[in-house]
């Protein structure tokens, strides 16, 4: 059994898919408006799968989904009447991992509600590695030192996992600006540096050991400090 957040104004469909989700053995949180599934997911982090309207009051089913992906990797189904191309690449663009178009069947929509949590089940497995007592679970977006959680921010969360994926691999400043704050951003990489600095403290005596700074290049993980 999951828990799934289903926000929709229509509220027939809404109390539809709940009601199929239901048969299927799901708990549902309901939702009637962008704002109030904002709310509904920031108190119930335990929330395993959302499907969203697009067109909803006060803040749409994009926004809600790219406002969730600053903080999460959780399955995000979009409902909608648009079935335009471009309605489904913003859709996608925002984050979504699915988009169904209006009038859809229900029990079709169970269907694809159940392969992304079993998607998800297995990314949980695979998205977890351990360097050297840190452990990374990408698909959650949590990093744990000794089992002891450490809160980072996204921007410190993404350069840690940049850093991580190639460990002894020297990454320019230039680099993770390009890859982290992006093409357009206009600031330097003092940016960078203040970050990278932050997230050293952040993780105490492993950031110290294996965060290494390259003077004049960049930044590294590496095994240990005799490396």
């Known amino acids: 059994m999951a828990k799934i957040l289903v926000a929709d104004d229509e509220r027939l469909i809404r109390q539809l898919v709940c009601d199929f989700l239901h048969q299927a053995g799901h708990e549902t949180l309901e939702a009637n408006n962008g704002a109030q599934a904002l709310e509904l997911f920031r108190e119930n982090p335990d929330t395993e799968l959302l499907i969203l309207d697009i ?121 993770l600006l390009d890859d982290i704050w992006g093409y357009d951003y206009y600031g330097d990489t003092r940016t960078v540096d203040s970050h990278v600095a932050r997230l050293r403290t952040k993780l105490g005596d492993w950031g110290a050991e294996h965060l290494k700074t390259v003077y004049g290049v960049g930044y590294k993980i590496q095994e240990n400090d005799h490396v």
């Open 55 to 175: 067109m909803m009051p006060e803040v749409d089913g994009w926004e809600v989904t790219r406002e969730v992906r600053k903080a999460s990797n959780v399955p995000i189904i979009l409902l909608s009447a648009r079935g335009e191309e471009f309605d489904q690449l913003t859709g996608f663009d925002a984050g979504a991992d699915e988009y169904v178009t209006k009038p859809f069947s229900p029990v079709v929509l169970v269907k694809r509600a159940e392969a992304l949590l079993r998607r998800g089940a297995a990314d949980d497995t695979q998205k977890q590695a351990d360097y050297w007592g840190l452990a990374v679970n990408e698909n959650a977006h949590e990093v744990t030192i000794h089992g002891e959680p450490v809160t980072l921010t996204l921007k410190e969360y993404n350069i840690l996992v940049k850093l991580l994926s190639h460990v002894g691999r020297v990454y320019h400043r230039e680099q």
